[in-house]
């Protein structure tokens, strides 16, 4: 049995005027203790956008969504607004959605396709790629031009596409997207690779009032929820599915089935031990065209590419550090979008095979609106945990109750071999969500490259 080493030691970190100051390190070392004040503090919020979203490989966007050169849309690198564009060449860039000369907004369109982007303050203009095009009556109102090299749009100096799902960092030495997954990538790749390729076959945004790391880690490790908020949702759910089990004990996964990975890079996912009747219907649309589909066509495409041990490991979520989830059981991607402590949106990304018929494509976003749609069936039971929580964090003696996350601290890897990496053998287990807060500490506790 593997038990993961200390850390490095964690700054301590301030906190308000008159609070005790915030200690990291039983994040660090694994101890399995959160001070709910990570979910609330101001200063903790800023020193993540500078040192997490600052430094991390961050989800964009979806090549899908940008198919023709001038295609665009908008997005978020934690709280700075975004543009990814097509360029001429066919490549994709990301820039800053900040005028250079007074920062207004360059667009407020959340996705286009467009020529140049004009200011609609003074009326600079960008090109494609965000670089400063001209400014409106320069000749009669500076004394000089205005170097277009100086004032262009702040490019986002990384950017890199994984099977079409583009990625960019701040952070000009990070590793190589791929390189940043470590071991992640034998399970996240089959998840978003698809028969012709991924499509992004729909997108719709809500708030959430919670911190953006309940939902991170949830998708990483919490497979301990299922069986007690998802109860009711998942009981009226049984008789929709064809030779689904009948009793809610047969349905449930057993405590100690499945397994849960971890890694140093933060990714953690869950992989499930659900009765085969049941695992059927958790694909999940319990919509039968859209099973047919992933069980038939898009299992084959899996099994005939990475195998048949890869193609069969059901992973019900997932969390790619540090903010986007992955819900293959739904087949939804999710960008979990940090705005301010107490609040986030829920950016859902409905993903299909872009060979699949128009029909399947269909039945899938139905069943994706029905259970982790912003009003589905499963996402309003995590959205009441999620939001209960941070209203009882309101309370000034209530957040000072350090909480438990002490599960399954045993780790160990798959003595068959079959799950790379380190795995818990159960997938209710706190050793991805342990993982996931050890890297965002560690990052949070270093200056400079983490
Ligand atoms: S703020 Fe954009 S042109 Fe002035
Ligand atoms: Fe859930």
Redesign the pocket.
């Given at each position: 049995m593997q038990r993961d080493c200390p850390g490095p030691t964690a700054r301590v970190l301030p906190t308000r005027p008159g609070g005790p100051p915030l200690d990291l390190s039983p994040l660090l070392e694994e101890r399995g203790r959160v001070d709910p004040r990570i979910y609330v503090d101001p200063e903790v919020y800023e020193l993540e956008q500078e040192r997490v979203f600052g430094r991390s490989w961050l989800f964009l966007a979806h090549e899908s969504q940008l198919k023709r050169p001038g295609d665009f849309i908008t997005t978020y690198m934690g709280e700075d607004p975004i543009i990814v564009s097509r360029q001429d060449d066919g490549s994709v860039a990301a820039f800053l959605n900040q005028c250079r000369h007074r920062g207004m907004r360059l667009t407020q369109e959340d996705a286009g396709h467009t020529r140049v982007f004009t200011c609609t303050y003074h009326g600079w203009t960008y090109d494609r790629g965000g670089r400063l095009s001209s400014v409106r009556d320069e000749r009669e109102l500076y004394r000089c031009p205005v170097d277009r090299d100086r004032w262009s749009a702040v490019r986002v100096p990384r950017v890199e596409s994984f099977h079409g799902f583009v990625f960019g960092t701040w952070d000009e030495h990070a590793p190589s997207f791929r390189d940043s997954l470590g071991d992640a990538a034998w399970y996240f790749e089959p998840l978003l690779d698809g028969v012709g390729g991924t499509e992004v076959i729909g997108v719709t945004k809500w708030t959430v009032h919670c911190n953006w790391k309940f939902g991170a880690e949830?998708f990483a490790s919490?497979g301990y929820?299922?069986g007690m908020?998802?109860l009711s949702a998942l009981k009226a759910l049984m008789s929709q599915v064809p030779g689904a089990p009948r009793t809610m004990q047969e349905a449930t996964p057993p405590p100690d089935g499945g397994r849960q990975f971890k890694n140093a890079q933060g990714h953690g996912a869950m992989m499930a031990a659900l009765p085969p009747n049941l695992m059927r219907g958790a694909r999940l649309a319990f919509e039968p065209k859209a099973n047919e589909w992933l069980l038939g066509p898009r299992q084959d495409f899996l099994v005939r590419k990475y195998g048949e041990a890869r193609a069969s490991v059901f992973i019900p979520?997932s969390n790619l550090f540090p903010n986007m989830g992955i819900l293959p059981a739904a087949n939804a991607l999710r960008v979990w979008q940090p705005k301010g402590p107490e609040q986030m949106e829920v950016w859902s990304y409905v993903i299909a095979d872009a060979d699949a018929p128009a029909d399947v494509k269909q039945a899938i976003r139905l069943g994706n609106q029905r259970t982790f749609g912003s009003t589905g069936i499963?996402?309003q039971?995590?959205t009441h945990?999620w939001t209960e929580i941070q209203r009882v964090l309101k309370g000034r003696r209530a957040r000072r109750e350090i909480f438990n996350m002490e599960m399954d601290s045993g780790t160990q890897q798959d003595a068959e071999g079959r799950f790379p990496g380190t795995t818990a053998n159960r997938s209710s287990s706190e050793v991805a969500a342990r993982a996931f807060y050890r890297r965002w500490a560690s990052l949070l506790s270093t200056e400079g490259a983490p």
């Open positions: 949830q919490d929820h299922f908020s998802h979520a499963f996402e039971d995590d945990n």
